[in-house]
């Protein structure tokens, strides 16, 4: 039977991850007066937030980031969007949105920020003479295929720029609209080029549409899987985060589909709750899964030293203990079983220089 067979749905926000806004760390005393003024709005009977999402245009100085983490294997990043609609409420790049003077909660989903001319940022980057190509990941914070892609097409406009300038790129996402753009990652892909990273969490419908509620459902994640290795495209199928207790029976199952559909290679993070996230997920079990909650937390913390979180580099996505230990083997075995020789080839970092040079290579 389903482990969301019996959450008591009503107690949820419909459509939303996040339950409630929590305190922004940098604007303590000003949440502390927002929050007195919502609670006198819930007792006069009136709606404390919008519904509807709201899609903020700003136009930042940058576009590309250093990534300095040892634990993510990526030189680069850039994200067209910030904030993001799908709802994850795991998702670690919730604790971002605190910069910009919003809630990691449930501003996050329902405020989102449109960096309007990341396309052209880009191409000033990638045109520097001291600028040597490295690939470039597309959504190494939020997805930038989320919802607000079908109206903006920045990310569109963004692979454009990388072909035009021969450099490598990545994309990771868990929605389908990645498909639209096929045309570009085919010939993205021509040329070496690409990388994509699909995000498959789990097979269950129940329990994707609590843990990640506006997303695109699995048998499309899977058919985008098919679609792109058809089209010759090398997918990696990031089966992340797994989470003791509600995912993590999955690992095996996850592995086989994402093979039989084409994904080459498949990674994985044990979820860890950083930042504002330890409170808004314990918040968000408590009424999904009361009757499991507390197994639920305690299991992921006997993953990080007694705690939700551990920041140490190189053990804060794998965790260790025995349950850490035992996810580590599924692992193992499903690499041998459904991997074996098999893996994304590295991109081509040369033709960037050859096209600066105004030196292009026949192809």
Not at 172 to 201: F, G, M, W, Y
Request: hydrophobic share 35%; aromatic share 8%; net charge positive.
């Amino acid at each position: 039977m389903d482990i969301f067979h019996y959450m008591k749905k009503s107690s949820l926000i419909k459509g939303r991850g996040a339950q409630s806004n929590r305190p922004n760390r940098f604007l303590a005393h000003v949440h502390e007066l927002r929050n007195d003024f919502l609670e006198y709005c819930r007792k006069q009977g009136e709606a404390e937030e919008p519904a509807k999402t709201q899609y903020l245009p700003i136009h930042p100085k940058s576009i590309v980031n250093k990534v300095k983490s040892p634990d993510l294997r990526m030189d680069y990043s850039m994200n067209p969007y910030q904030g993001c609609e799908h709802g994850c409420v795991y998702c670690y790049a919730r604790n971002t949105h605190e910069y910009w003077g919003y809630s990691a909660g449930l501003d996050f989903e329902k405020r989102i920020l449109i960096k309007s001319n990341a396309s052209q940022l880009l191409e000033n980057c990638l045109k520097r003479k001291t600028w040597k190509a490295k690939t470039i990941v597309l959504s190494g914070n939020t997805d930038c295929y989320q919802p607000a892609e079908k109206k903006y097409g920045i990310t569109r406009s963004c692979l454009e720029v990388f072909l035009k300038y021969r450099h490598p790129v990545g994309i990771i996402t868990k929605n389908d609209l990645i498909l639209r753009d096929l045309d570009l990652l085919t010939e993205l892909n021509r040329h070496n080029l690409l990388a994509v990273h699909i995000s498959v969490t789990t097979l269950s419908e129940d329990t994707r549409r609590m843990l990640e509620p506006r997303t695109a459902t699995i048998k499309k994640r899977l058919q985008v899987i098919k679609k792109c290795s058809e089209s010759g495209i090398g997918v990696n199928a990031m089966l992340a985060p797994i989470i003791p207790g509600i995912n993590s029976h999955e690992l095996l199952a996850l592995a086989k589909a994402c093979a039989a559909h084409g994904a080459v290679s498949f990674g994985y993070t044990v979820v860890r709750l950083n930042g504002a996230i330890g409170m808004l997920f314990t918040e968000w079990i408590k009424k999904a899964l009361p009757d499991r909650a507390e197994k639920v937390l305690k299991q992921i913390a006997s993953c990080h030293g007694g705690q939700l979180n551990d920041s140490r580099f190189g053990i804060r996505t794998r965790g260790e203990g025995q349950l850490a230990e035992q996810i580590k083997e599924m692992a193992r075995l499903a690499r041998l079983k459904y991997y074996k020789g098999k893996q994304l080839p590295a991109l081509d970092t040369t033709l960037h220089e050859s096209h600066k040079s105004g030196q292009l290579r026949l192809f």
